[in-house]
């Protein structure tokens, strides 16, 4: 599937994403056996900068035989998880070939998950986690996951899917989403800051009790569009193994447009059994 999101030549994309990687503190990743990465997926302008943190560490700790990337359905709504299930999303960069043995695996082993193509044509959430990819991890092939509603039990069916995905292989589990939108910068980071917690002591209950708080109509603005992924990567990983949770850093939209009226929280993330900071 071919996307439209970047306008530039590859060559600028490269240039571009080899930037905001090459400005990641090698002090901030964590040592240690990592499972799951947690990164935006607004425009590269904006978020680009923070998920080069979370796919420097991902490329820490691999390398990865696939990478499951799960994000949010933002203009079609269903109920389940739709699965892209075979060959290639395209960025400037290249291809990105898709595991299709896991996605069948997947689909045999929860009902949520379906064959649905169509509902990936529009959607930018799991696009933007490609380039990073593409320059770090560029054998590994992928399985595109799109949450619908994001409802408790459609998060627990797919972290219980996951949690069981690709048996005695190394897979990388990606949550992409954003943090709360469109708030002033203060209120953003007061918002932003129940997330960052709730990933620092790897507390999925925490966060889906805090999303829950909201009706699903305000659950993106308020905590995080992609928080029901998030939710399910956070149980996932910790079913398969982790550990331990770490934010790897946050900013919002404003430090980066310099206009705090109205601004979108972004955060990178990484899941895993680490050495411990002192």
Known sequence: ????????????????????????????????RLDAVIAP??????????GAHAYKAAAAGGPYDAVILA??????????????????????????????????????????????????RREHSLEMQLPFLQRLLPAAKIVPLLMGYQTAATIEALAAGL????????????????????????????????????????DPAQLLRIFEQYPEGERGRFVACGGGPLIAVMLAARARGARDGRVLTYMHSGQISGDDSGVVGYLAGALGTFERVH
């Open 1 to 32: 599937m071919a996307g439209s999101w970047y306008p530039g030549t590859a060559r600028a994309l490269a240039r571009d994403v080899d930037e905001y990687l090459a400005a990641v503190d090698a002090d901030v990743l964590p040592t240690g």
């Open 41 to 50: 997926h607004a425009g590269l302008m904006f978020s680009g900068p923070v």
């Open 71 to 120: 994000g949010p359905s933002h203009f079609v709504g269903f109920d389940g998880v739709a699965l892209y299930p075979a060959g290639a999303f395209e960025t400037p960069l290249g291809l990105s070939a898709i595991d299709d043995r896991i996605g069948r695996e997947l689909m045999d082993a929860s009902p949520i998950v379906h064959d649905m193509p169509a509902v990936h």
């Open 163 to 202: 949690a069981g995905a690709a048996p005695g292989r190394r897979v990388l589990l990606v949550a992409s989403t954003d943090l709360s939108h469109y708030f002033d910068a203060a209120t953003a980071r007061t918002l932003d800051a129940r997330v960052r917690d709730a990933v620092s002591a790897f």
